[in-house]
């Protein structure tokens, strides 16, 4: 996803800090991963790629104009996949074991 703004300010946007958490659960427990990202933004705008996961991810962006004036805004993007996986020619991601040429070691 591409995370992108213009700024219409009178004074000069000089930082702009997106954050980015993203909420999960694996093997029945629910994770949580963040990431920031601090930007300097050129002609009044920004743009930004964000990997969404699947499920909660919660963007914060926050913009600072050259007297230090903050503005922030949120967005939740809740990302569902239906999709079953596929996998076709799995053959080719495993190579046929020889063997004759096959030792196993062990206690």
Same mark, same amino acid.
């Given at each position: 996803?591409?995370?992108?703004? =213009?700024? !219409?300010?009178?004074?000069? *946007?000089?930082?702009?800090? @997106? +954050?980015?958490? %993203?909420?999960?659960? $694996?093997?029945?427990?629910?994770?949580?991963?963040?990431?920031?990202y601090r930007l300097s933004?050129?002609?009044?705008?920004? =743009?930004? !790629?964000?990997?969404?996961? *699947?499920?909660?991810?919660? @963007? +914060?962006?926050? %913009?600072?104009?050259? $007297?230090?004036?903050?503005?922030?805004?949120?967005?939740?993007?809740?990302?569902?996949?239906?999709?079953?996986p596929q996998l076709s020619?799995?053959?080719?991601?495993?190579?046929?074991?020889?063997?004759?040429?096959?030792?196993?070691?062990?206690?």
């Amino acid at each position: 996803m591409t995370l992108a703004g =213009t700024f !219409q300010d009178r004074s000069d *946007v000089t930082a702009v800090q @997106i +954050t980015h958490v %993203y909420e999960y659960d $694996f093997a029945g427990r629910s994770q949580s991963t963040r990431s920031t990202y601090r930007l300097s933004p050129t002609d009044n705008s920004f =743009t930004r !790629q964000l990997v969404l996961g *699947v499920g909660e991810n919660e @963007i +914060t962006a926050e %913009y600072t104009d050259e $007297f230090g004036n903050l503005r922030e805004h949120e967005i939740t993007i809740r990302l569902i996949d239906l999709s079953a996986p596929q996998l076709s020619s799995i053959d080719r991601f495993h190579p046929k074991l020889d063997m004759r040429r096959f030792k196993l070691v062990g206690l």
